[in-house]
């Protein structure tokens, strides 16, 4: 398995090269925990006060031991490597579009708080069966069915109502029937 950008701008920092190919995750540990142990019997003190300087000298009595000599050359082009791959921005997604449906539903959650037919205005007091009211009604009236006046569902009703326009009924002929009609004179 591959190392992720951080796993690799945080041994850039520690000063481990794990870019390299051929690097593989057993080895990094190995080294990683080598330094520690190092760290704790070089400065047990700064271990305890402060793990971060405790594995900063680790480190150091590391390099100074010829434990990272095979690393030294790299530690500059692996720094480098490191601050390209913090510096990348994350790619743009586009937003995603809100459906008719969805701007319908909060139209309608907003003329219920309005109201007082959950509560106070400014409050609704049971919000998932609001919320469920109001998507019944949005999903009546996008299949075109009726729905009351009257209530709270007329409070809906009214608020979401030109999100789903009424639908005219299509009429149908039989056939294409044409009559002629003579008259004599």
Known sequence: MAFSNLEKAMAAVIGLDIARPGTS?????????M???TAV????VAARINPYAAVGLGGLAAYEAGLLDPFAPQFEQAVRAADEVVVKAPERRRKKRKT??????????????K????????????AKKAFGAVNKVASKLNQGKKVS?????GVIKRAIGKFFPKKKPVRRTQGKTTYTIKVNR
Not at 41 to 44: C, E, K, S, Y
Not at 149 to 153: C, Q, V
Request: charged share 25%; no cysteine; hydrophobic share 35%.
């Open 41 to 44: 019997t070089a400065a047990p």
């Open 115 to 126: 109201s007082t037919s959950y509560g106070k205005k400014g409050t609704i007091n049971n």
């Open 25 to 33: 995750r057993a080895a990094a540990k190995r080294a990683v925990a």
């Open 35 to 37: 330094l520690g142990r």
């Open 100 to 113: 008719t449906f969805n701007k319908a539903v909060s139209e309608g959650m907003k003329a219920v708080k």
């Open 149 to 153: 006046t009257k209530g709270p569902t």
